[in-house]
């Protein structure tokens, strides 16, 4: 059993070692290895299989969420430790799945079912109230996107599926080398020779796609701002026109009749505005003084919004109760564009972080938990989001922007709404300083890149704190404004009409895994049960 931990541990330790943007991405090649190497050991033994195959996966990927997530903490505590558990906990039932079919199934479809059990995971992880898909294995590239341009065809699940093919068969190379060394060294070569080839060939292809690509020249000016307002004092204790007076100070400096875009962070309106008053708020009032003087000028604005409702029949499953004030509201995390024109374009939020901004199952958990997440710098209240996504677009120009907000830029088909909605260039706005100066926001930014190439859209990201970036087609980072420094960035992007494969059908890998597990499951239990009444 020892030897059996000390791979699982080995196996936590390669992943974590791989992960962007601190490790080495080629370790995930060869990090299942060891898990499958003590799976294989254990279930080759007659008794508590399950149980021992639990403890040590749950033990390689506890490894793996503490030392790549643990900067949750600096969010919120109790949210920290529930990501890192209950994720730790679905990745270990995921792969407990497969141990499963594999003592009912032969090797070929046993390990067929390991890569689709767990794109699986990957995908429910991507859907449910409780979705943390910061460790999906196909985010690994996110700073090699030389070797995954073919992400606009397959997306994130097609390294994914990359990830688990290559780790097959060195595993089956390595167990093969133990096992019969000398009878089967064709064998051997043929597994490591196959694993090679997996490896080589689409990192092959990738630089083809990679230096034959290019941007329709179709320029649009963006300026993303960077207010860097610490967001547990100073964010909530500053006005929201004083707020709008220092962005207008932080863009001075580079307005002009050629620049057509303005982004900022999110919620860098932190104090609640009105939703039937944000026409007439002061810092509409003050940011429409850049507009009348630049004409061409539209601003892309992340504000924290609430709607009070009298009327209770007005409300919706996302409303929210204050007793204090027997009064329902809606509470918002929004992005607006202003121009122009009189009318304020919004978009709401949609995929909320959990435990911070979001409570899931709140009827079942709220009696349990009381308090604790407010405490804790989360919030037991409800964000009222929009089934739909939003494209905002510009005065005098043909952009068209994705009002991304923070979390959303994880979620590659979801981002592809905002396409399908005719956006051609992506807005991210977003405020990292939650996790302090990690990792955190430094992947956060890595991620963005994966998002560029799966719907070739060029980025302006706006970061509170930092770091704000323009990124390319491609995905190539162009320039970034430091973390923990005030002030402005700007660039020319181009615009894209292009639609790309995955745009066109999403996570199609995902759908096609989902099939497969549950056939090769079903086929795995009953093909058991017919051989016991045999």
């Given amino acids: 059993m020892k030897k ?37 050991a254990i279930r080759e033994q007659k008794s508590w299989t399950k149980l021992q195959t639990f403890g040590i996966s749950y033990l390689a990927f506890l490894i793996w969420n503490v030392i790549t997530t643990w900067w949750i903490w600096y969010s919120t505590e109790i949210g ?41 995971f990957e995908k429910f992880h991507l859907t449910w109230d409780v979705s943390w898909p910061w460790l999906n294995l196909g985010n690994v590239f996110s700073e090699n996107v030389r070797w995954v341009q073919w992400y606009e065809f397959t997306g994130t699940f097609g390294g994914s599926l990359w990830v688990l093919t290559v780790n097959i068969f060195v595993f089956l190379a390595v167990q093969q080398l133990l096992t019969h060394r000398h009878e089967m060294k064709p064998l051997i070569r043929k597994n490591l020779l196959t694993a090679a080839l997996l490896l080589v060939i689409p990192i092959a292809a990738s630089y083809i796609i990679y230096f034959c690509y290019e941007e329709e020249q179709k320029p649009v000016n963006v300026l993303v701002l960077q207010p860097n307002i610490d967001p547990y004092s100073e964010k909530y204790d500053t006005s929201n026109a004083e707020i709008a007076q220092l962005l207008l100070k932080l863009s ?15 919620t860098v309106f932190a104090q609640n505005v009105q939703l039937h008053q944000l026409p007439q708020s002061d810092e509409v009032t003050l940011l429409r003084l850049s507009t009348a003087k630049y004409p061409q000028l539209n601003w892309v604005v992340g504000t924290a919004m609430i709607d009070f409702i009298t009327d209770k029949s007005k409300t919706t499953a996302q409303s929210n109760y204050l007793p204090s004030h027997r009064i329902w509201f809606n509470d918002y995390n929004s992005a607006f564009l202003l121009n122009r024109n009189p009318d304020i374009p919004l978009y709401h939020k949609s995929k909320l972080v959990v435990a911070v901004e979001n409570f899931p199952y709140q009827n079942v958990l709220k009696p349990i938990v009381g308090d604790a997440l407010i405490n804790l710098g989360g919030t037991v209240a409800l964000k009222t989001t929009q089934p739909y996504r939003t494209a905002f ?28 909605k005719g956006a051609n260039f992506l807005a ?71 639609i790309t494969f995955y745009v066109k059908m999403g996570d199609y890998l995902a759908r096609v895994a989902y099939f497969l597990s549950f056939f090769i499951f079903l086929y795995a239990v009953l093909r058991k049960r017919e051989t016991l009444m045999l």
């Fill in 393 to 420: 677009q510009g005065v005098e120009t043909a952009a068209k922007a994705a009002p991304i907000i923070c979390y959303e830029s994880i979620y590659g088909e979801f981002v592809t709404g905002y396409i399908k």
């Fill in 428 to 498: 991210i706005l977003t405020n990292d300083a939650w996790w302090r100066n990690t990792q955190g926001h430094k992947q956060l930014l890595s991620y963005a890149r994966l998002r560029a190439i799966e719907t070739r859209r060029s980025i302006a990201r706006s970061a509170n704190t930092g770091i704000s970036a323009f990124i390319n087609q491609r995905g190539d980072v162009l320039k970034t404004l430091a973390y923990g420094e005030q002030g402005a960035l700007g660039d020319t992007l181009n615009l894209s009409s292009r």
């Fill in 80 to 120: 920290a430790v529930f990501a890192i558990l209950a994720n730790s906990l679905l990745m270990s039932l995921t792969f407990l799945l497969y141990h499963i079919v594999a003592k009912r199934a032969n090797t070929k479809l046993s390990l067929i079912f390991l890569v689709t059990i767990w794109l699986s």
């Fill in 252 to 266: 001075e400096k580079h307005l002009s009749r050629n620049l057509n875009f303005i982004i900022t962070p999110e």
């Fill in 4 to 40: 059996n931990i000390l791979l699982a541990t080995l196996t936590g330790l390669l992943l974590a070692a791989a992960w962007p943007t601190y490790g080495c991405s080629l370790l995930v090649f060869v990090a299942f290895v060891p898990l499958l190497m003590a799976e294989k």
